[in-house]
């Protein structure tokens, strides 16, 4: 598999959506695999770590976000499901089980619940929640993930604080972002 390959089938080369989802998915997987890592104990396939941070969010193109340089026609929040869809037809099924499970610390839609399962699927579900698609250049502390889950609910932070006992370390861009490890 070649995720560089599938995110250009998507994606314009140079346009915004591309820059803004190939810096953040970048970012995504550098944290995933410095957790990875920082944590011997954990059994994964880093490869696939790889190549499914790089493609999490492959479906908001799909999506109405033009601050993201997306003008699909669904809502944001579907972005997991649609991309799931892609790397279905594309033939990659543990791809498209990230894709799905991804969003906040995982998500309930009228389709279903996806929450992640898998440890990869939590370890890329937890490296995203640090970084968002419009500030690029900024690693959210552990406090601001907590902040932004709780208008979720508190189940949502939760997932969070659990994900966070197994996979913290000081692995981040900003060293500020791991103040709340306790």
């Known amino acids: 598999m070649e995720p560089i390959l599938i995110l250009k089938k998507y994606y314009p080369e140079g346009s915004q959506a591309y820059d803004r989802m ?5 970012s995504v997987a550098y944290k995933a695999l410095a957790i990875v890592e920082a944590h011997p104990e954990l059994v994964v396939d880093k490869i ?20 993201i340089g997306c ?3 669904h809502p944001y929040i579907e972005h997991g499901r649609l ?9 990659f099924e543990k791809h498209a089980r990230v894709c799905e499970r991804h969003t906040g610390t995982g998500i309930s839609l009228p389709e279903g619940d996806f929450f992640p399962e898998t440890v990869e ?9 640090f970084f968002s698609k419009t500030r690029l250049d900024e690693e959210k502390t552990v406090e601001q993930v907590k902040t932004q889950l709780a208008k979720y609910g508190e189940d949502s932070v ?15 861009l900003d060293p500020q972002s791991h103040e709340d490890e306790n």
């Open 83 to 91: 991309g799931a869809e892609l790397m279905r037809r594309e033939g």
């Open 22 to 26: 190939l810096t953040h998915c970048l």
């Open 121 to 129: 699927e939590k370890l890329i579900c937890y490296a995203d929640t």
């Open 71 to 73: 003008h699909g026609e």
């Open 158 to 172: 939760a997932r969070f604080e659990e994900m966070h006992k197994l996979f913290k370390c000081h692995c981040g």
């Open 48 to 67: 696939f770590v790889y190549e499914a941070a790089l493609l999490h969010d492959i479906g908001a193109f799909l999506t109405n976000a033009p601050s």
